[in-house]
């Protein structure tokens, strides 16, 4: 009895973990499908190409890759990295809500503490990680081809355009 008293409580903490499985390689398409950016995880180079040749790169970045959206623009000029939906608590005030890259490299990026410095517990909001420290700051991420809306858990969508990275319109949605 006493051994499987022990083998529980030894076996519940990784019962009760939350688990995904690594991302894969995938591409993402611009909004009017001219440019397909390639996402690799494993080499964590990721590179825009023509939708007509994908034999040579036009342009490369590199950054880390977990289960979250990269978007790029219709001219292809442009990648944008929205963090993952759900994020740790004490993360919050260190994290990037969404990164920007052009050729050149990374070009801006805004604070997730800006954008959504305060998201509802995920257990409140939904599915998601197991623990009472997990956040979850959007539910929704639309690309509009020239800019893309970020829709927060809190109430408000931010709307960023690609060319510049800027932040262009924060509207109050849900409530009257």
């Not at 929205?82 to 919050?92: A, G, K, L, N």
Request: proline share 5%.
């Amino acid at each position: 009895m006493r051994t499987a008293i022990l083998a529980l409580l030894l076996t519940a903490p990784t019962a009760f973990a939350t688990s995904y499985a690594r991302p894969k390689r995938h591409d993402v398409f611009s909004h009017n499908r001219a440019f397909v950016l390639d996402v690799n995880p494993e080499t964590r180079t990721h590179s825009v190409y023509d939708v007509r040749d994908r034999s040579k790169p036009l342009w490369s970045f590199s950054c880390g890759v977990w289960h979250s959206p990269f978007l790029l623009s219709d001219d292809g000029q442009v990648a944008a990295h929205v963090c993952w939906e759900h994020v740790r608590e004490q993360d919050i005030a260190e994290a990037d809500a969404v990164t920007f890259w052009n050729k050149d490299g990374e070009f801006r990026a805004h604070a997730l503490r800006d954008v959504c410095p305060d998201p509802p517990r995920t257990q409140d909001v939904g599915g998601g990680p197991i623990g009472a420290f997990w956040r979850t700051w959007y539910n929704e991420v639309k690309d509009h081809g020239d800019s893309f809306t970020i829709r927060t858990t809190v109430g408000v969508a931010y709307r960023f355009r690609y060319a510049d990275g800027e932040l262009v319109e924060r509207q109050r949605f849900g409530f009257s």
